[in-house]
């Protein structure tokens, strides 16, 4: 009983500095405390309510700066589409918490619209980022990143009032020129988010490995604590 005691304590604890860090969700919260981090995202392709196997990109955004009602970000978007297909993103989009007021963009996706629909049953997202100055987020136009290549830029979300907090959530790309994939030629994407990580190249873990980590320290408290007893038994026999 003397030994459970600290090892249930132990094990306590290590449920509270290890359990207690949540999983990955498909939001962003940020303050001024997350300037530097980078956060990666993967989205899958599909149409008309059908996955579409081998269309697939990917996300980083980077927030680099708070200033007055504005975030600023560093993205770089990439068309990770496998064959036989091949596609063209012509847009990405998100929700925003509080409500977005304006957006400007650079780069591969230097075109902004607010509260448009975005296709597939998706219906209306809070901004997008586009390759052409379209009314919409459908896509248009010819730009955008095209299969195995790779579009950066930044982009700046503003808001009515300073906030000291934002959080970005339901993330999607728009896919535009495809072939390979029969009758579709048009399809969107949902991002999951799968990492995050600082600009100086620190990651951090995923939950799954943070548990790991807090079992594998529980099991050696516990073998640490038995190998005294063990050998106390062994020199009384």
Known sequence: MQFARPFLSLAAAATFAFGAAPAFADTIPLTSANIGQTYTLNYDGYSSGTAVSGLTSSTTFTLTGISGNNYTFDYSLTNTTSSPLTSRVSSFGFNTDPNIAGATSTGAFSYT????????????????????????????????????????????????????????????????????????????????????????GGTVPEPGVVGLLGSALIATAFLRRRKPKLASKMAIA
Not at 134 to 156: E, I, P, Q, R
Not at 164 to 186: D, E, H, K, M, P
């Open 113 to 200: 619209t607010l509260n448009s629909n975005y296709p597939n049953g998706i219906g209306t997202i809070d901004v997008c980022f586009k390759d052409a100055a379209t009314g919409s987020c459908a896509g248009g136009g010819s730009g955008g990143v095209t299969t195995g290549g790779t579009g950066t830029g930044t982009f700046t979300l503003a808001f009515s009032q300073p906030i000291s907090a934002l959080t970005l959530g339901s993330f999607y790309v728009r896919y535009q020129s495809i072939t390979g994939a029969g009758n579709i030629t048009s399809a969107s994407g949902t991002g999951t988010l799968t990492s995050t990580g600082s600009t100086s």
